[in-house]
């Protein structure tokens, strides 16, 4: 067990639908990361909060949000599914924001992933 | 910009023996860090090792150790004794200074034999 906890593990919806997956990171990290794997595009950045603020942005879509609550705790919601959002969404936490003071207080510890399956 | 390179697909390895998988960085950020996970078929990433750009000395972690030759922007993984269990997906990435997040190669496929 990492310390990263997402749910669902697993997720099979329509096209057209909307989901939320849900991210609580390691006890005293305050980033949280979302990525996107898929076997054509690999593992993707989407986006990353740092104590409640967006820090930076990636290849995230704009049927693609997300938020960091005040407890921490991220969610990213998928909406007007396609089939090509089916992949193993990742949430992934550290210590650290990035930036200039690069430490090891910046490894990224992984949650076990969502599977999202758009039929 | 910021990129990592991974140009093995796959890699086979006897148990026991050592090996190594490649990785290289571009980057204009004088500081960076670099980091290597494992993924297994069961999906999760697991951390394995991290380098700063500012190291002198390149970092170990039990059987991993990284090979980091600045000048020449490569990051290498060294598993020495290798097992059946370290059979995985290894992901090379890279943060820098001016870029929080984590990019990541698109990884070498390793297969231990017996």
């Known amino acids: 067990d990492s310390g990263v906890t997402q749910t669902p593990k697993h997720l099979i919806t329509a096209t057209g639908q909307r989901v939320t997956l849900r991210c609580s990171p390691r006890?005293?990290?305050?980033?949280v990361y979302w990525y996107q794997q898929s076997l054509d595009q690999g593992l993707q950045f989407l986006i990353q909060?740092?104590?409640?603020?967006?820090?930076a942005k990636g290849n995230i879509l704009e049927r693609f949000s997300a938020q960091q609550f005040p407890d921490l705790h991220s969610e990213l919601n998928l909406s007007s599914l396609e089939l090509g959002d089916s992949a193993l969404y990742f949430c992934?936490?550290?210590?650290?924001?990035?930036?200039?003071?690069?430490?090891?207080?910046?490894?990224?510890?992984f949650g076990a992933g969502s599977r999202l399956t758009v039929l | 910009a910021q990129k990592i390179t991974q140009t093995q697909p796959g890699m086979f390895v006897q148990e026991k023996e050592a090996v190594t998988l490649d990785c290289t960085y571009d980057t204009s950020d004088q500081s960076y860090g670099l980091f290597w996970y494992k993924q297994p078929s069961s999906g999760e990433m697991i951390f394995l090792i991290y380098q700063g750009s500012y190291d002198e000395q390149n970092a170990t972690e039990g059987r991993y150790s990284l090979n980091f030759q600045k000048a020449r922007k490569s990051a290498n993984l060294v598993i020495s004794a290798s097992q059946l269990g370290d059979s995985a997906m290894y992901f090379c990435a890279m943060m820098t200074g001016t870029a929080s997040k984590l990019t990541f190669g698109t990884g070498t496929r390793l297969q231990v034999t017996l």
């Open positions: 992934a936490s550290s210590v650290g924001g990035g930036g200039q003071a690069l430490s090891g207080a910046n490894v990224l510890t």
């Open positions: 909060y740092y104590n409640g603020e967006e820090r």
């Open positions: 006890s005293g990290d305050l980033s």
